[in-house]
């Protein structure tokens, strides 16, 4: 599968943090602005308010490739939170305390944190948060 798809890792890579920013944003005007849903909607001087606020202005950041690297790390740092505050008293186990979203949310921005945003973003086409495969490797001389 290597041989198939490896030739279009940075564009599939791409498609992942823009999907997964858009995904995450819609968290965030859920939260807002009540839609998706039922149009509820939380408080903004409360812990739901400020995530929402996180949520719509990092998932933005993140799909759009600018300062990636921030938006997803603080994202994460978020999903950690959550995970630890609304999901854990409920079990240990996301697939029962229904945190397997922030678990999963948690790891992919950590993950784009230290990737950074790639091709097609804001990022790259200011020349910066695109990387050469040789400085991600570590030298041993």
Same mark, same amino acid.
């Given at each position: ?18 999907v997964s920013g858009l995904m995450f944003a819609m968290h965030g005007t859920q939260k807002l ?32 490739? *600018? #300062?990636?690297?921030?938006? !997803?790390?603080?994202? /994460? =740092? ?12 409920e079990g240990w186990n996301p697939l029962l305390n ?8 948690? *790891? #992919?921005?950590?993950?784009? !944190?230290?990737?950074? /945003? =790639? ?23």
């Amino acid at each position: 599968m290597e041989r198939f798809l490896g030739p279009y890792s940075p564009q599939l890579y791409a498609i992942l943090r823009i999907v997964s920013g858009l995904m995450f944003a819609m968290h965030g005007t859920q939260k807002l602005f009540g839609w998706p849903g039922d149009g509820s909607t939380v408080e903004l001087a409360s812990m739901m308010g400020v995530a929402g606020i996180v949520e719509l202005v990092a998932g933005l950041m993140i799909a759009f490739g *600018f #300062l990636t690297g921030w938006a !997803a790390f603080i994202a /994460s =740092g978020q999903m950690a939170v959550a995970f630890f505050t609304a999901h854990l008293p409920e079990g240990w186990n996301p697939l029962l305390n229904n945190g397997e979203k922030a678990v999963l949310y948690c *790891f #992919l921005f950590l993950y784009m !944190a230290a990737r950074g /945003s =790639g091709i097609w973003s804001i990022d790259a086409a200011m020349g910066r948060g695109t990387r050469r495969d040789t400085d991600r490797k570590p030298s041993y001389t």
